[in-house]
């Protein structure tokens, strides 16, 4: 049992080695045109293609990351809208059916919210509701930022330390 264990984490533990040996050489390598946000023609405008600053490759993999996330998020509603339209489809048709050999159009009623799940959700996958969603962001950073300010205002390295003390039980003064 404990020999799959430490398979399992030196396995890991490569992978992480690994990991850090990619992102060395990518501190000191040249700067992909395909990465680089600032890009012009296919070339990046960071001078010759070196490398960017910590700081701007550090920001440039957290967009890649949000880039990331927005496109499985797409694709996810867009997997789930196949499902959901097949469901909603032939809920319709029994509903409709129901409705016709009930004569009762009062059976016809779940189609209603259905109808709702479905245009979100195909607004979401096809539609412009995520540039929606993007403006009305943007209006509220610019018009309402005082809506986005954390309570006691940020936080600073001296709260998270005090924090930290309060919590840790074996914390020495020193």
Known sequence: ???VFSKS???????????????SRLQVTHTPA?????VTRGRCL????????????QLLMQNQMRERQ??????WTREFLKYFGTFFGLAAVGLTAGAIKK?????LLPIVPLSFIFAYQYDMGYGTLLQRIKGEAENILDTHSMLLELPKGPLTYEDLEKIRKSQSKFFTEK
């Open 1 to 3: 049992m404990g020999f």
């Open 9 to 23: 984490m030196n396995d890991s533990l490569k992978a992480q080695q690994e990991f850090m040996v990619m992102n």
């Open 34 to 38: 395909a990465v680089c946000r600032k």
């Open 46 to 57: 960071h001078g010759a293609g070196l490398a960017a600053s910590p700081l701007e490759r």
């Open 70 to 75: 927005t496109a499985m998020q797409i694709a």
């Open 103 to 107: 004569k009762n159009p009062g059976v």
